[in-house]
């Protein structure tokens, strides 16, 4: 029976007790590399793990982009979407009044123009991308605001008096005479 093995970090024979038990067919064959290369190994992936922004555990990313803690629904961790990290916190979003007022068209309707709120406005958008196959809806502008929810609410009474037809959150009007709205809120 075999009572040293090689280290292929180290390059150097060593007994088995150095290295962390690995068994195969009932018998101890211990891992490629000894404890002390491991050791050294372990501690330079945490590092990287600390230093690297994405492997950062006290980091929000959300699809991939760096989302700053001065972010209302800021959590650390990786997201695919804010709805994501909005129902992983959901207080925080309950809580939040800012955020965006957004306009998103679609060229398969000329002149409609959907107006709504968001905490992050691209990931909206991202969102109704999922429901179309041409992923052809575009975030034509959005605006910051403290409280969102009041600021969607003022937009959607101007938009309702001013174009000439509305279903829910879509106005028929232009995206030039829209943004205007939301600029003079």
């Not at 390059?11 to 000894?34: D, F, H, M, T």
């Not at 991308?129 to 605006?143: F, G, I, M, V």
């Not at 829209?178 to 809120?185: D, L, P, S, T």
Request: charged content about 30%; glycine content about 4%.
């Amino acid at each position: 029976m075999k009572h040293t093995k090689h280290c292929t970090k180290c390059n150097k024979n060593k007994p088995l007790s150095e290295y962390q038990a690995r068994i195969i067919n009932g018998v101890n064959v211990g891992q490629s590399y000894c404890r002390d290369c491991r050791a050294t190994y372990k501690a330079r992936i945490e590092s990287y793990k600390r230093t690297n922004p994405k492997n950062n555990p006290n980091r929000m990313f959300v699809n991939g982009k760096y989302i700053p803690k001065t972010h209302p629904l800021y959590k650390p961790g990786n997201y695919k979407t804010f709805e994501g990290a909005a129902f992983s916190s959901l207080e925080g979003y309950e809580k939040s009044t800012e955020g965006y007022v957004y306009i998103i068209c679609n060229p398969c309707w000329s002149n409609w123009v959907k107006v709504g709120m968001a905490v992050d406005a691209e990931d909206r958008c991202n969102q109704y991308q999922t429901s179309s196959p041409h992923r052809d809806y575009k975030l034509c502008y959005n605006k910051y605001f403290k409280d969102r929810r009041i600021a969607e609410k003022k937009v959607h009474e101007k938009l309702k008096k001013i174009s000439t037809k509305y279903k829910g959150e879509w106005f028929k009007i232009s995206v030039k005479e829209a943004k205007e709205i939301v600029n003079k809120i």
